[in-house]
């Protein structure tokens, strides 16, 4: 309920969650079109937007989206191009790693087909465009419940107030409390798996090379970082990584050797350990009547590809050019007619990667000799089809099937 005697603020466009995604359709939108008022809501308060110690893999077509947002100029300087990617499958006691597939990629002539960037440089770029654009920010605060009306949708924020508005965009992140106000459902698992995080400094440089080793527990990622460092995304069985996390340095460092191997020369740890919990969730509907999701609110997927935050980057793209365009032809941004549009364009892409990241985790996260002989002769196979590697990339890309225009670096 209201505050009794509050002015309710009025908006075309509520997005709860100031994450990457969230923030990035608030920029989308106001880029487009300075008249439309657009609110954020988000918990955070804005002394911890730089303290997520991950690095994104953000694609080709993604970075074409931040720069038509006007921040890539702006976290360039730290991110690292892709130059090649290498996977090799082994158990952890063999001695050699053999490489079974290889990506050189750009997407076009001096276009990688993707950069590191680290998560700590992105938030805070977005926050600072967002305000200079006049987003509006309603932080540190929740929302924590929503009703729509035929003309509108009132959200209640956690401090009793409520704001108004023709849409309401779920950016809540994968365990969104909004989806499932909204009541829709999900198909979710769990993998038993959680990816550990932290970064390494090394003696040799890496050249822009990402490797991703197969290896019984998981996906072992090493991702190239600006300088002589990298990013590790490693899987294991959640009680290992728990163990490994809290553990002691010492005895982290030697598991990172046995997985790292010495091609870089020495390696050490170069920023905290984290271990986030990995499961698939995707959501059976996008859209309601003045609701939308984005982002991992709408799905979340195993980082084995680094696809979860390029999806929700084009989940924006796609949002943002439907909203825009409504508005240009004078409809209710807050109608099904509308968002089933931006519903049908993003459904499949996002099921058809979570299916495929599923698979691909289940597929190398094992140790059965038969399994193993046949993934080996697949990546093989591949590696001797160019046609079929430049799918690949295409795909790794962000560009494959039909784009928004963002992410083809064209203005909506
Ligand atoms: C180990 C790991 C590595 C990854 N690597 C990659 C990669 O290389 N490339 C890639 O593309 N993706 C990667 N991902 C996936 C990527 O991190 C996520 O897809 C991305 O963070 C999702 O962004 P989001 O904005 O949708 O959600 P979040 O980042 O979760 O943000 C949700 C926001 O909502 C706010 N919020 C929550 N509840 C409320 C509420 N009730 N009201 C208002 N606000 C609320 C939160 O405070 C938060 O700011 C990785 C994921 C993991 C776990």
Redesign the pocket.
Known sequence: MAKPNTPQRVFDVVI?????????LSLALKTADREMSVAV????PMSILDK?P??????AA?SRLLDQLGIWEGIYSSAQPVNEMIVTDSRLRDVVRPVFLTFDGEVTDGEPFAH?VP?GVMLPALYEKAAALGVDFIAP????TFKSSPDDVSITL?NGESVTAKLLV?????????RDLAGIKTVHWDYGQS???TTVRHERPHGGRAEEHFLPAGPFAV?PLAGNRS?L?WTEKTLDAERLVRGDEFTFEIELERRFGHHLGKVELDGAR?A?P?GLRLARDFVKHRFAL?????H??H?IA????????KDIAALAEVLVEARRLGQDLGTLDVLERYEKWRRFDTFQMGVVTDVLNRLFSNDLSVVRAVRDFGLGLVDRMPSLKSRFISEAAGLAGPTPRLLLGEAI
């Open positions: 709860a969650g100031g994450g990457y995604v969230g923030m990035s809501i988000d918990p955070k997520d991950r690095a994104s893999a953000i694609a993604a590191m998560n605060d929740s929302a924590t956690s779920a950016a809540d992140g994968v365990r969104s409390r909004l990816g550990i995080v991702l990013s995304v984290h986030y990995l984005v982002g991992d609110a709408a979340g997927i980082p680094g696809q979860g935050l390029n999806l929700g980057f």
